[in-house]
Structure formats: C-alpha cells, structure tokens
C-alpha cells in the first residue's frame, strides 16, 4: 500500500483585508499519496491554487494542520521551510518564474548548488534534465531567448533536478500554445510514470484528465474526489 | 552536505550577484562606479588639499629656512656659544648634508632718511630681523637665491647690498595693522638707512625676496661679515643653525640629530629643536582644523554616496521583487540573496575606490606636484599619503555595503508568496 505523502486537516486560508475577511480555504482534509499525479480543478477563485501555495509551502495557512512527507510543517521556522522546500519540492510555476540573468543550466542547477553539489555535478546534472525535458543545446541560452514552451521546460528541468519527493505545478500550460501544453503534459506522464508525486492546479478539464485523481474545488470546499 | 553554511551562502551570493552584474546595464554600472570614484576623490582630495595647504607650507619652511633641526639662541641670549663646535660636531654627522648658520639682529630700515621729515610725517621704515648670512653656503642648502623675484642676489663679498623681504614692502604685501610698520614705494637700486642699535650704515636694496616663509619675507638679509662689523662683533658664534639632513629623512632621523647634540651637552649652549618641534603652535591647529573641515566634508560625501547605493540597491531589489520571491520559493536562503547584493554593493566601491585611486597618484598628486596651487601662504599640494587613503577606501566599502544591505534585507524579508505573485 502507497504511503500518504500530503495531509492536511482542517486547513483554513483567511485573508483580511482591513475589517473584511475573506475565507478562501474552509477546512481542507486531504491526503495525496506517494506516486500519485493529482489534478486540482476548479473555477477562479474556487480556492484552487491557494491551496497549492498552503501544501507546497509557499504559504502559512490560517489554522490546520499540513504533514508532508511525514513532517508536520506547521513548527518550520522561515529557514526551516526554505531547506524543506529546496530538498523535498519541485515547482513549476504558470509565468515560468525563471531567473533572467541566468542562463538554462545556470537556472536549473541553482537549486543543485544550494544543497552543496559541486559545480561540475550540478551542470552535468542539469544537462542531462535538459536533455530528458528535449532542450538538448540550449544549456547557455537566457530565458529571454527562448519560447514560452522551452521556457516552461527549463523551469520543469529546474524542479526535477534535485530529484523532489513532489512537484507541484500551478497552471503550468496556462501561457502555452497547445503543442507545448501537450509537451509539457507528455513530461509529466513520463516522469509520472517514473514514480514522480505531482500535483498540478489547472482549470482545463481535457488536461486535468491526464492525472490519476481530480480534486475539484469549489467555494473553498472539496466538491468531489 | 553543506559543511560551513555561512561560506556556502556566501558563495551562492556570489554565483548571483556576479550573474546579475553580467547581465547589467553597462551603462548604470558605469555611472555608479563613476559615483564611487567621485565620491573616493572627494573624501580624499578635499581633506588632502586643506591638510596639504598647511604640510606644503610646513615642507616649504624645513626646505626653504629651517631644515630639519634648528638651533636658535636661549631665552635672553642674542648668541649660541661654542658655535663653531656645534657646527663641527654637525658637519662630522652621516646624514647632515648642510648647515646654514646666520647671525641675527634687531633693526630698522629706513627710506625716506635723507630728506628733513616734517613734524606730523612718520618716517617710510620698517623694523624687523636682520640677518646676516654668508650668501653662497646659505645658497647651497636652501636654495634662496630662487625666490629673489626683483634685483639680484647677495655675492659673499657684497659690502652695502641688502635683501628686503615682501612682508616689509607694501605695495607687495599690504598689510595695515597698527604696530607693524612696512617700506612704501621703494624699487631695486634705492639707498636704505639700516640701523642697529646706536650704529647706522647706509646700505641699497640689491633684490626683494618672496619665499611664502614668513622667517625669510619678514626679514632683512645681508652678508654676515656686514652685520658683525654694525653690531660690533667679532667672535665667530652665531644666533641660528638650521640643519639639513638628506632627503628623505624623518622626524626620528631629525630626533636622533638632535639627541647627539644634546648628549654633547650643546643644550646649555643653545635651543636645540626638530624642524616639528618649532612648529608654531597655530600651524598645528590649522592642520588639524583643516583636517577635520575635510573630514567632514568628505563625510558629507560620503552620506550621499551611500544614499545614491541605497536608491540604486532599492530600485533594483523593488524591481527585482518577483525573483527574490522565486529565490526564495525554490529554496534559496535569505542569507544567499541578501549576500548577493552586499556583494554587489562591494564591488562598485571597490572598482569605485580603484579608478579613484588611479585618478589620485597616477594624475592628482603627480600633476599637483608639480603644478603646486598659488595660495597666498603656500605653494598648495595634494596630501594624500597611503595609510589615509586606505582608511577611507574602507570607509567607502563599509558605508556602501551597510547602503547596499539594508534594501536588500528590506525586500528579502517580504512574504515569499506576495514577492512572487507582485502583491
């Protein structure tokens, strides 16, 4: 049997704004397993990827409880949480979220060279990624002068190649054409395939079929598992 | 994996900041630098000029008149015994390269003594030092001969020939104060009326010196043979010895001079003294007045510069917001980012501080030199020595780095979601 890699209980998201507040998330219970390609759908402002941001660390929610990978992350202090997040997460982000004064191998082995991985494992590992993601020599471009498409594949690259225990991606076709959205996709099953957790926020219902499981949100509520 | 995180983030710091160097507008790099060099320049040429007014007149003063040891008479002695042994004990010394000694008399110098003075006229005189030098040695060790600017200089044999110095003519110098009384419209060639107690001698102006040292400009000067037969004596003491030592040489070369003398019991004869020992006392305070006048200017200088970091560090971060929040989101430390433009902020003061440095010895100090400024009291140079220059190159880079610092951490502290989403 899988082991349970995300629980939440009763996870709540409040935000205030001066006297009014607004309760994006009411108390969330949720678990994902290990391996699993979870899709969570729903409508704008359906809470969808506040929850996102919640399990993946991103954000602190009001109250409830998040366990990831058997770590109640509640108690992380800031540097606790940036240590967990470069070790155990992968991201990918809608607008791509990668670093213009770097160049392809420079922003995927960033995260690498943080954990401490000497230079020249953390290029060749990036490479490699690159190459499994189809960027075989654009290693030394800059974000700018690649597409949307390569753009997001350098910032999938990125989130895989420390080898996380999940990867959670935020609309990631959102700002793609539909071949690269297929493209990206197709890496996802591939990896998924390998053993990859990852969770992916999207509002495309053709896309959020490629996942094994849909959790759809509405209002701020699970509606549907 | 990670053995010494603070050098680990350092090194993260470093990959970035270098990056984002790389990829920076060349343009607002090199006017920030060009900041910092200004900035540099001002902290140290500023200071370096209101100090250098002072040590250039200081220098001009061991050069032109006292070397670096002076020997002057006791208080209520007009004369150093054992003259000639002190000059012996001197001129037998390893690093003594001359010795100038004159003798020194109070006077008058009158202009106007050969026609009847009406009762309410004050006489066209002036009285000061007079004193009697032999022209060729004194000429030799300091050069005085170059700041006769009218007439001609003395010859050793000159019998009737006088120096008057600029201080004591007026149309050079103007100076009206009650007490100090100056020569009018005189030129090269007059006859003069030089007056020494009882004795009197009719002498002619053969040249007028300026020498911006008041010791040299307010002082009547003629042979030393001259002056002896108008005061009467025959003796071979004088009334001052200055004492140059070779170039180069310090004040603990100078002390050393000084401590030989004394250990030869030559202070019972006379006052013995380093060339900054006799420095007045005003002349110290000046230094260290316009030492601090340009220590507080160049601060001025140096709060701007920090200032114009701080905005440049700011907007960069604030610009930059979105990836800070991504940084941070993909698990970079806090510590790495805020790094990363410490290391930023060091680099345009130390390029900054470079070119400054460049611009200072291999142009300023040279080009001043040799081009000294005309001020009225001295031939102004630039007074930069290293150890100052240094200390304010560090002060540069801790005022840039605390200015670069404070942004950064301001931005890095936002939530890591609201950097990256821009809310």
Request: hydrophobic share 45%; glycine share 8%; aromatic share 6%.
């Amino acid at each position: 049997m899988k082991e349970i890699i995300i629980q939440t209980k009763k996870l709540t998201k409040t935000f205030t704004d001066g006297d009014k507040q607004t309760t994006v998330l009411k108390s969330i219970d949720m678990e994902i397993l290990a391996g699993e390609f979870v899709a969570i759908m729903g409508r704008s402002g359906a809470g969808k990827s506040t929850l996102l941001y919640q399990i993946s660390l991103l954000d602190r929610p009001t109250s409830g409880e998040i366990v990831i990978d058997g770590v109640d992350v509640h108690d992380l202090s800031h540097e606790e949480r940036t240590t967990f997040r470069l070790n155990k997460l992968g991201y990918v982000f809608q607008d791509y979220a990668l670093l213009p004064d770097l160049t392809a191998v420079e922003n995927v082995a960033l995260p690498l060279l943080m954990q401490g991985m000497d230079k020249k494992h953390a290029y060749k590992r990036s490479m490699e990624v690159l190459d499994q993601v189809g960027l075989e020599g654009k290693y030394d471009s800059i974000p700018a002068k690649l597409s949307g498409g390569q753009q997001q594949r350098v910032s999938i690259a990125r989130a895989l190649a420390h080898d996380p225990a999940i990867l959670f991606a935020d609309e990631p076709t959102a700002n793609l054409d539909i071949e690269s959205s297929l493209l990206v996709l197709k890496i996802f099953k591939e990896i998924h395939a390998k053993g990859q957790t990852i969770v992916m926020v999207t509002h495309e219902a053709e896309y959020a079929r490629t996942a094994d499981r849909v959790i759809e949100m509405k209002d701020g509520v699970i509606d549907g598992k | 994996m990670v053995k010494n995180k603070k050098i680990h983030n350092i090194k993260i710091g470093f990959f970035l900041a270098f990056r984002q160097l790389k990829h920076a507008s060349i343009w607002t790099t090199g006017l920030i630098v060009v900041v910092m060099m200004l900035t540099f320049l001002n902290l140290v040429v500023v200071n370096g000029i209101l100090v250098g007014l002072i040590e250039s007149s200081i220098e001009a003063s061991e050069d032109r008149y006292s070397g670096k040891v002076i020997i002057s008479t006791l208080r209520q002695k007009s004369i150093i015994e054992n003259s000639s042994e002190i000059e012996s004990v001197l001129k037998n010394l390893q690093n003594v390269t001359g010795i100038v000694p004159r003798v020194l008399a109070g006077g008058t110098i009158q202009a106007d003594y050969r026609r009847l003075l009406k009762p309410e006229e004050t006489p066209n005189q002036a009285s000061t030092n007079i004193s009697g030098i032999i022209p060729s040695e004194e000429d030799k060790v300091t050069g005085l001969s170059n700041y006769v600017i009218d007439g001609t200089y003395l010859d050793d044999e000159d019998r009737d020939g006088v120096l008057v110095g600029a201080f004591l003519i007026n149309e050079l110098t103007p100076i009206d104060s009650i007490g100090f009384s100056q020569l009018r419209n005189i030129k090269v060639g007059d006859r003069l009326k030089l007056t020494i107690g009882n004795n009197s001698k009719e002498v002619y102006l053969r040249g007028i010196l300026k020498s911006k040292i008041d010791n040299i400009d307010a002082r009547i000067i003629m042979t030393q043979s001259e002056l002896r037969k108008l005061i009467g004596r025959s003796d071979t003491n004088v009334s001052e010895i200055a004492v140059k030592l070779t170039p180069g040489s310090t004040e603990e070369d100078a002390v050393r001079v000084k401590n030989i003398l004394i250990a030869n019991g030559y202070d019972f004869d006379a006052k013995i003294q380093t060339a900054k020992e006799a420095e007045p006392k005003f002349l110290k305070d000046m230094k260290d007045l316009f030492g601090l006048l340009g220590t507080l200017m160049g601060s001025i200088g140096l709060v701007v510069a920090s200032i114009t970091v701080f905005i440049v560090i700011f907007v960069n971060t604030l610009t930059r917001r979105k990836f800070i929040g991504i940084l941070k989101g993909i698990g970079i430390t806090s510590k790495s980012i805020e790094y990363s433009y410490i290391i930023q902020s060091a680099f345009y003061a130390i390029l900054g501080a470079i070119l400054g440095m460049l611009v200072l010895y291999g142009f300023l100090v040279p080009f001043i030199d040799k081009h000294p400024i005309n001020f009225p009291f001295s031939d102004g140079i630039l007074y930069a020595p290293l150890s100052g220059t240094l200390w304010r190159v560090l002060a540069l880079f801790v005022t840039t780095i605390i200015a670069g610092y404070i942004p950064a951490r301001m931005i890095v502290n936002k939530n890591t979601l609201d950097s990256i989403l821009g809310r």
